[in-house]
């Protein structure tokens, strides 16, 4: 494991987030990124998927701004970075399951067109598409997400990536 490359994608992941760019992570920077990803996927903000999305940031926020001792206020760059440090590094994979795996969830059942609860290779490129990531490389992402080869990406596979993303272990961003 790299901790300077997991460091810079925890930075990026920062900016990214910070979706009005003023440099703290805000509640409305959340919900900013879910709106984002509704409108990419062409969703309705009223559907139930993408009120599930919202409520996934939501609780994502509160949970990170509760960590870096500032709930409901705004978390500087420093304050990320310890919280989601410490999310992964220190209280390990039952932690980061619990604070990501709304956010996979939803995406799922966003992108899930056939409704069997997992994400097939068609699906897998809207789910790309949603958080921003280039669908050029889908076919070979979708090879190394599917970890048992069924074809199909589980919530359990989808949230492995994203996490062995952020430690550095693989090339596979999930959330843009
Ligand atoms: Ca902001
Ligand atoms: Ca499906
Ligand atoms: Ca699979």
Redesign the pocket.
């Known amino acids: 494991m790299s901790t300077a490359v997991a460091n810079d994608r925890l930075v990026k992941r920062f900016e990214k987030w ?9 509640a ?2 959340f919900q900013g990124e879910a709106a984002r990803i509704a409108q990419n996927l062409g969703k309705s903000a009223d559907s139930p998927e993408v009120q599930e999305l919202h409520s996934a940031f939501q609780g994502l926020y509160e949970h990170l701004a509760q960590k870096a001792g500032v709930p409901g206020g ?1 978390i500087s760059r420093e304050q990320f970075l310890a919280a989601t440090g410490e999310l992964l590094f220190k209280e390990g994979e039952a932690s980061f399951n619990r604070a990501l795996s709304p956010i996979v969830k939803a995406l799922i059942s966003l992108c899930d067109d056939n409704h069997d609860g997992e994400i097939d290779a068609r699906e897998f490129q809207a789910w790309l598409s949603a958080v921003g990531v280039p669908v050029s490389q889908a076919g070979q992402m979708f090879q190394k997400v599917d970890r048992n080869g069924d074809g199909k990406l589980s919530e359990d596979e989808l949230l492995q990536v994203v996490r062995d993303f952020h430690f550095g272990r693989l090339e596979v961003d999930l959330l843009g």
């Open positions: 910070d979706t009005d760019g003023n440099g703290v992570l805000e409305s920077d705004a």
